[in-house]
């Protein structure tokens, strides 16, 4: 046995309460003396002065020797889950494997849950268990050890401090400044409008008809107004959106809600919160520390990230520091009696965001801190809940006065925030449906409102019956809000295009817009070199807009950066593009003139980078989006040296949603000739039949009006069947193909390129790859449409061997690696959402 001490100075301990009666104790009915009350908080030192004193018992030894302790010793052995390891690997286990059920459960059911969501009914299912089972159960034991601190809510609480010291170092505030202008008013008046309009409610009644005491009105009123910026974030990373066009607004309208509620929360904290430390001493402590994060502290990281080698990681050390730091921090903020996160979002502030130090933290602290640690302090927060007073939830309007006030309140201003967020947009001329749907982001409640009414709880500033109201608005908020937004929201239709995109309908004559991705260095080359095999001249102008794709590290707002080339250089600062901004610069400025290039750098979450390619290209009125191939080669293009998934995937979904005609480049022989060069450009068209094969045919004759290039046109046929046309697409195909068979009848030639036009008779799937392997050689390109040969007998017997299903049957044969050449390719795939007008 120990003694402890005085039980409100554990730091941020949860110690077990003395279960006394059943008068507003813990979940299920169980009481607990009031002078633990104060304790069942995470932030430890809610009242001070409480002269309690707790004698923990606990076996000798941390870890137990298994099952068999009971099973010889009888009455005299503890169970497992009463040492302290594996009463915490037991909690955390619980916890985690309720919550991952909820969420599977609600992924399977087709429901886009925030995943907190899903860790609050993990604790709101503990506590029916506690409930039901009663204080003599094994779960009682498990979840409340008696005369032990709880080890479990003490790690819940570090691990909510990280995510607030998280929350401050992916927020960027300078982006405030970035803002639209209706972003900066939807977020402004989300919060002051709801705020104005309660306070002037307030004073209309009279103190003795107020059901609600002046700072629990305050608290409620100000915390409903609030949008956290955080919690925004990562709803709409659950549901997709964050890349979206309502996305960036609502993160900006968020950031700026949380600024403006931050601000309002330092201004009502010393006056709600009373503390020993008061008026400007209060004041002057909080700028203090502030100032020394951000001059001292902010400094002295800038300093060691310029002592960092390019390519290092940060050292272990640093991390180390930051995490003391953090505790340091929230133990300063909890001397001067105020909410003790606040100081690790502060700090978390002052971190550089972005690689590598901000970057480093967000990869080792956030999965591990998200996944396991925190889903504790949520369930240990609904454990305080008393689910008992949800029985008269539908008849407390007549029945509680001051139910009905938080009921009321609550309702009020989620219906405010509603309907300015909705009034702001529309009169931005943003459509009503993208109003609404953002509307219902800025109402969006959780871990953020949660936290803040627990520590107000804490202090007694709220009742357990209004903590508990409180946590089911929360709940019922966070489910049914994502619902709605799923029910609203299609982003299917968001890239949906109205007009065809698609070179077909250019013809060769006309402008051609173009959508260049680079991902790495070596990209750069492959993509120069295909812009300058292809033709551009004042009859048809070649606009090329070139999208540097870097992955999102250590933020939560995705970014995309507008470069003019012809302005930019070295000094543009730049940092994450600068070698594609030069190379393409120096591209149009020595080599090819007639091009017009246009550079964007996307830093964007790897999962979503098609959302801005894709938007990028609606915006644009791009007629085609080069993609490079997820698989790179060495030098001597024998061999691969990396293949990267991300890619692959960024490739696949670009291709289902993209607003115009795509194009995947394997890069294996360098494509450009130089206009002096005495060899031609030997570019080979595959064609069967089909939309695909059209494209590929349309860019193939684009770029054989270049002098210093051969076009090859191979058909495939089918052995023994007519070559009459006998439906819409093969009526299209004898079109396209019918300049290019009279040319060859006739022996013409184009003035300015040489085109062959051949006709093959084929069996099946190996004539197809035999007589490809018979022409490795010959060509420097092959071009074939994605759907190339598919339901042909050009395919037969071979479609079961693809390997990449996005480069189709004939494109990935020819790009595989026991392909007799390495000759480049480039697979195209038609236009395929257009909208019915």
Not at 120 to 142: C, F, H, P, R, V
Not at 196 to 217: A, Q
Not at 247 to 275: E, I, N, Q, W, Y
Not at 289 to 299: G, K, W
Request: charged residues 20%; contains cysteine; neutral net charge.
């Amino acid at each position: 046995m120990e003694t402890m001490g005085n039980a409100t100075d554990q730091g941020l301990g949860m110690p077990e309460p003395d279960f006394v009666g059943n008068d507003g104790g813990v979940p299920g009915g169980v009481g607990l003396d009031l002078n633990w009350v104060f304790d069942l908080t995470w932030y430890g030192e809610a009242i001070r002065g409480t002269d309690g004193f707790m004698c923990e018992e606990h076996p000798v030894k941390l870890s137990s020797d298994g099952i068999w302790e009971k099973i010889i010793l009888k009455k005299i052995g503890y169970n497992v889950w009463q040492y302290r390891l594996p009463n915490l690997e037991l909690v955390i286990l619980l916890v985690f494997f309720f919550w991952q059920v909820f969420n599977v459960l609600f992924k399977k059911l087709g429901l886009s849950i925030p995943k907190f969501t899903s860790m609050m009914l993990a604790g709101l299912l503990l506590n029916a268990l506690l409930t039901i089972y009663g204080d003599k159960s094994i779960i009682q034991e498990i979840l409340f050890p008696k005369n032990r601190i709880d080890i479990a809510g003490c790690l819940g609480s570090f691990g909510f401090m990280i995510f607030w010291f998280l929350k401050g170092v992916k927020m960027d505030v300078r982006r405030i400044l970035k803002a639209e202008a209706k972003a900066r008013v939807t977020g402004v008046a989300a919060v002051t409008l709801p705020i104005v309009v309660g306070l002037v409610l307030y004073k209309f009644k009279s103190g003795e008809n107020r059901p609600l005491k002046t700072e629990e009105y305050d608290t409620l009123l100000l915390m409903e107004s609030l949008t956290s910026f955080s919690g925004i974030a990562r709803l709409l990373r659950d549901l997709g959106m964050n890349h979206s066009s309502i996305g960036r607004v609502a993160l900006s309208s968020a950031l700026v809600s949380d600024m403006v509620g931050l601000t309002f929360l330092l201004g009502m904290v010393p006056v709600t919160f009373k503390s020993k430390v008061q008026g400007f001493s209060l004041l002057a402590e909080m700028i203090f520390f502030i100032v020394i994060s951000f001059v001292v502290l902010r400094r002295l990281m800038f300093k060691v990230i310029k002592r960092k080698r390019e390519g290092r990681p940060i050292d272990d050390k640093y991390i180390y520091g930051i995490i003391l730091m953090v505790c340091i921090a929230c133990m300063y903020w909890d001397d001067l009696e105020q909410f003790p996160a606040l100081g690790a979002f502060f700090l978390g502030l002052a971190i550089p965001n972005g690689p590598p130090i901000g970057s480093a933290l967000i990869e080792r602290l956030e999965s591990f801190n998200f996944g396991i640690i925190l889903p504790l302090f949520l369930s240990a927060s609904m454990l305080r809940t008393d689910i008992s007073s949800w029985k008269t939830s539908l008849t407390f309007f007549g029945s509680d006065e001051k139910k009905f006030a938080v009921a009321s309140l609550v309702l009020l201003i989620f219906l405010l925030k509603i309907s300015v967020s909705v009034i702001v947009p529309y009169l931005y001329k943003m459509p009503l449906r993208d109003s609404i749907v953002l509307a219902l982001i800025m109402s969006h409640k959780g871990i953020i409102e949660l936290s803040f009414y627990l520590f107000s709880y804490g202090l007694l500033l709220l009742t357990r019956d209004t903590f508990s109201i409180l946590v089911l608005a929360i709940v019922i908020n966070s489910i049914l809000i994502p619902i709605t937004i799923g029910f609203l929201y299609d982003p299917s239709k968001q890239f949906l295009c109205y007009q065809k995109r698609n070179l077909a309908s250019l013809k060769t004559i006309g402008e051609l817009k173009t959508l260049v991705c680079i991902h790495r260095p070596d990209h750069i080359s492959s993509m120069i070199n295909l812009l300058e095999a292809s033709y551009q001249s004042e009859e048809s102008p070649l606009t090329c807009y070139v999208l540097h794709l870097v992955e999102l590290q250590g933020q939560d707002v995705p970014t995309l950066i507008s470069h003019k080339v012809q302005k930019l250089g070295v000094g543009s600062g730049k940092k994450y593009s600068e070698n594609v901004i030069l190379s393409f610069e120096h591209f149009t400025r020595y080599v090819c003139s007639s091009v017009s290039i246009d550079t964007f750098t996307c830093i964007a979450n790897p999962n979503h980078m098609q959302d801005d390619v894709c938007w990028l290209a609606l915006d644009k009125a791009v007629t085609l989006i080069i993609l490079p191939f997820h698989r790179t080669w060495s030098l001597d293009r024998t061999s691969i040296v990396s293949d990267d998934e991300m890619i692959r995937f960024l490739n696949f979904n670009v291709l289902k949603q993209a607003p115009c005609s795509v194009g995947i480049l394997i890069e294996r022989h360098v494509v450009n000739k130089k206009q002096d060069s005495p060899q031609n450009l030997k570019v080979c068209v595959v064609f069967v039949g089909g939309k695909d094969d059209r494209e590929a045919l349309a860019f193939a004759k684009r770029m054989a009006r270049q002098e210093n290039v051969t076009l090859t046109v191979l058909r495939l046929l089918a052995s023994g069947k007519s070559k009459e046309a006998s439906g819409w697409d093969q009526m299209l195909d004898t079109v396209e193909l019918r300049e290019l068979m009279r040319n060859n009848d006739s022996g013409m030639m184009k003035e300015d390129t040489s085109t062959i036009y051949l006709e093959q008779e084929i069996l099946d799937g190996a004539d197809t790859s035999m007589l490809l392997r018979s022409m490795a050689f010959d060509y420097d390109l092959f071009i074939v449409g994605r759907t190339c040969g598919e339901n042909h007998e050009a395919t037969k017997g071979i479609e079961n061997w693809c390997e990449f299903e996005e480069l189709g049957v004939i494109g990935d044969f020819l790009a595989s690696p026991d392909f007799p050449s390495k000759t480049s390719v480039l697979v195209v795939q038609q236009q395929r959402t257009v909208a019915n007008n």
